[in-house]
């Protein structure tokens, strides 16, 4: 074999390695984005308080990419952290908002859609075929929680989770922390336990008021849809939360 034929065998190989070895690392990155770690504490670990000043909060892994897949602009800073153990699933949203819109009063929970407001939705599969379950929470800690059936059903008399809430509003931030039940999540199908993987999304409703005291509304999410108008309850946009003791 001459030396021509031994470069080119060569640099056929190297381009294939090099090929194989940048598919593998994007695999991987795509894979990770679209699973968060929930972390186990002990019992009397967390408070819900809206001051999550607890040093397990800062065990817990934070998802930070929130997008605004409907428009080119930046969005306001939003992360999202979660917790568990035997009997609550603990989460937190912290978010900037330099126009903080929120209602003085409401009449019913259905209202809290003209607010801003964080969002997290619970499945049971990843087409979601089967019914999957909301909770939408103001500046406030007010809630508005619902069951959901695929394509956008949405059942507005369904109180489920016992979630507890408590926040805290500053000039251009608001926190929101709570609680959910899991002997309620039991209920409806959800058990939580060591290695549990659980379909799961999260967003952010981001309102302003414009000039004309209309609402212009921008929507985060974690991960992308890949719909053509705002629309967060389709499949693509649940990823996968995986409990772990350890």
Request: charged letters at 30%; a negative charge.
């Amino acid at each position: 074999m001459n030396l021509r034929k031994v470069l080119f065998i060569v640099l056929v190989m190297i381009s294939c390695n090099y090929k194989n070895e940048k598919t593998d690392k994007n695999i991987t990155k795509k894979t990770s984005e679209n699973v968060y770690h929930v972390h186990y504490v002990q019992n009397s670990q967390i408070k819900v308080d809206g001051k999550p000043e607890e040093n397990a909060w800062h065990t817990a892994e934070t998802i930070k990419n929130f997008t605004l897949p409907w428009e080119a602009s930046k969005p306001q800073k939003t992360e999202f952290k979660a917790l568990y153990n035997k009997d609550y699933f603990y989460f937190l949203f912290y978010v900037t908002d330099t126009s903080l819109v929120m209602l003085d009063s409401v009449e019913n929970e259905e209202e809290l859609v003209k607010e801003d407001r964080v969002e997290i939705y619970f499945a049971f599969d990843e087409e979601l075929n089967q019914p999957y379950y909301c909770v939408e929470i103001d500046a406030k800690g007010r809630i508005l929680d619902y069951k959901a059936t695929y394509p956008r059903i949405f059942d507005f008399k369904v109180n489920w989770g016992l979630t507890k809430t408590a926040t805290t509003i500053t000039d251009n931030n608001y926190i929101v922390e709570a609680s959910i039940s899991l002997s309620e999540m039991r209920k409806l199908g959800y058990s939580i336990e060591d290695k549990t993987k659980l379909k799961v999304a999260v967003f952010r409703a981001d309102f302003e008021i414009a000039k004309n005291d209309s609402l212009i509304k921008h929507w985060q999410t974690w991960l992308n849809p890949d719909e053509v108008k705002p629309n967060y309850h389709v499949p693509a946009s649940f990823g996968d939360f995986i409990f772990s003791i350890k």
